[in-house]
């Protein structure tokens, strides 16, 4: 019986799922996922879970008993191997699920190293999945030596855990600064010190060349010829969406799967959801990779599924956690010309992007209270004069009223 098939059990899959039944879809709903769990958050793999101090039961997106009670259909553990757009049809396994509309929530894939860089040797790990992390946690035992490639967010939170379980963590980043391709400089300087702080070396403007050992990795050769010993790697060098499902099935591909403003691809029966999906926004074209974009995604392509014409507006947002620092973002910084800091108290702080007079972002480290009006002002579509942002005589919620449209 042909219904909504969804390839892909994560956030933007479920949220699909859940808020096509709310909104009263009859027929059959049936959410495909290749891990043998059921849906669950993935942020805080790299976070409380590596740490020990969050279980998989409470990473749980739902209760078990929510998708049985709510008529969808879990196929969990199942890889989809081809999709039919002649016959509706996707393969997984040996089973053939028809469908009215598909939806690919299929997610991104960590960057590997290549093999010619040591990506293929024991004890060298991504984080992407329970999996990945289930694999690498005997690894994390005081004393021992750990790599990490990368200083992304990923990067930076491993370094963290690793830090704080007591092993001696160093972290190799290519780009002149940590964090650099997300972040200010303002940003990158608090958590390059925090790090320090906390005993993690850092080598930036570094290059890795390769890792080495017989089997199993053991060190690594930097470019300018250094050589480090380590007893495993973790790879923090970004993210690939997952089209290859889309590129067999002749979908259009734009940086992911392209789609309308709708949420439609280039098939009118079939949709894309959350990180592997590009779709229009501020007159170009644009992937997000958030937890908040795969909850909002979900929910407005399932109206459009049934019926309903909502152009999707992005609302980003994002967070990190490291040590006791809780990173909050909101909107996106591309583009920017400008920074302001804003500080009251020690340990706080807030940073504010602009475009000539246009604020773009806000990142807030320990500052709920900046993060939430930063993210207001954004969403109400103003902006903020930078002069009232620094003054910090002024308390953060007066900033509200003193927004305005450029």
């Not at 699920?97 to 024991?122: I, K």
């Not at 930036?204 to 089997?215: A, F, I, M, Q, Y």
């Not at 290859?244 to 940086?255: M, P, S, T």
Request: hydrophobic share 40%; with cysteine.
């Amino acid at each position: 019986m042909p219904g909504i098939v969804i390839i892909g059990a994560g956030q933007a899959g479920a949220s699909l799922a859940a808020e096509a039944r709310k909104l009263g879809y009859p027929g059959l709903i049936t959410l495909i996922g290749d891990e043998p769990v059921t849906p669950y958050q993935r942020p805080p793999l790299s976070k409380g879970y590596l740490l020990g101090h969050v279980g998989v039961d409470r990473m749980a997106l739902r209760a078990a008993s929510f998708w049985g009670d709510h008529g969808i259909k879990l196929a969990v553990g199942r890889a989809v191997t081809a999709i039919d757009r002649a016959n509706a049809t996707v393969r997984a396994g040996g089973d053939s699920f028809h469908y009215d509309h598909l939806a690919m929530a299929t997610g991104s894939t960590a960057r590997q190293l290549p093999e010619a860089q040591g990506g293929l040797l024991q004890g060298v790990y991504t984080v992407r999945n329970i999996a990945d992390v289930d694999v690498m946690a005997t690894e994390f035992r005081p004393g021992r030596k750990l790599l990490i490639i990368g200083g992304g967010y990923i990067g930076l939170e491993a370094a963290a855990v690793g830090a704080k379980l007591g092993l001696n963590v160093t972290l190799v980043e290519m780009a002149p600064r940590i964090l650099q391709r997300v972040a200010a400089p303002e940003t990158s300087n608090f958590f390059r010190e925090l790090h320090l702080s906390n005993g993690v070396a850092i080598r930036e403007n570094t290059r890795l060349d390769r890792l080495v050992g017989s089997g199993r990795v053991s060190g690594a050769i930097l470019a300018d010829g250094t050589e480090l010993e380590t007893d495993f790697v973790i790879v923090g060098i970004g993210i690939m969406p997952r089209t290859q499902l889309a590129q067999e099935a002749d979908l259009a591909i734009e940086n992911g799967i392209r789609t309308d403003a709708y949420g439609r691809t280039s098939d009118q029966n079939i949709w894309a959801v959350g990180e592997c999906a590009s779709f229009p926004h501020g007159g170009g074209r644009i992937r997000l990779e958030s937890v908040g974009h795969a909850i909002h995604h979900g929910e407005v392509v399932a109206k459009n599924i049934l019926g309903a014409t909502q152009a999707y507006e992005a609302k980003p947002w994002f967070w990190s956690d490291q040590y006791d620092v809780k990173l909050q973002i909101a909107g996106l910084n591309a583009g920017y010309d400008r920074v302001v800091e804003r500080a009251v108290e020690a340990g706080s702080r807030s940073i504010w992007y602009y475009r000539g007079q246009q604020l773009l972002a806000v990142d807030a480290i320990n500052d709920a209270r900046a993060y939430m009006v930063g993210k207001r002002i954004l969403e109400s579509r103003q902006t903020i004069d930078p002069e009232y942002v620094v003054d910090v005589t002024t308390d953060v919620k007066a900033l509200l009223s003193r927004a305005s449209s450029l």
